[in-house]
Nanobody, 126 residues
Framework: QVQLVESGGGSVQAGGSLRLSCVASGYTYSTNYMAWFRQAPGKEREGVAAVQNIGGSTYYADSVKGRFTISRDYPNDTVYLQMNSLKPEDTAMYYC???????????????????WGRGTQVTVSS
């Protein structure tokens, strides 16, 4: 089992920045991908960014490319999401997820992930 705990959400004005953190515990060595997803009210959960544990390759949704950066602190089993130039449409609950398997072709699919955190709310006002 892997436990994931997110933090760092909050309210910010458009153009501002936030950094989300996700601390993993348990059998973290069994995971292949770590990712951030988000879900706004009335919308489906969507993949925001992912990092492959071996090699460190990163993947981003087109909507956040150039604004968000995912990174992994291996010694502390922590994944970060640095969010810059935030827009009101970034408002959502953000979830950390971990996959035992997965593929770079489908990193954005929620169904590929086995473990989920409870989420942290991000609200961006105009």
């Amino acid at each position: 089992q892997v436990q994931l705990v997110e933090s760092g959400g909050g309210s910010v004005q458009a153009g501002g920045s936030l950094r989300l953190s996700c601390v993993a515990s348990g059998y973290t060595y069994s995971t292949n991908y770590m990712a951030w997803f988000r879900q706004a009210p009335g919308k489906e959960r969507e993949g925001v960014a992912a990092v492959q544990n071996i090699g460190g390759s990163t993947y981003y949704a087109d909507s956040v490319k150039g604004r968000f950066t995912i990174s992994r602190d291996y010694p502390n089993d922590t994944v970060y999401l640095q969010m810059n130039s935030l827009k009101p449409e970034d408002t959502a609950m953000y979830y950390c997820a971990a996959a035992r398997g997965g593929s770079w072709r489908t990193w954005y699919r929620a169904g590929d992930y086995n473990y989920w955190g409870r989420g942290t709310q991000v609200t961006v006002s105009s």
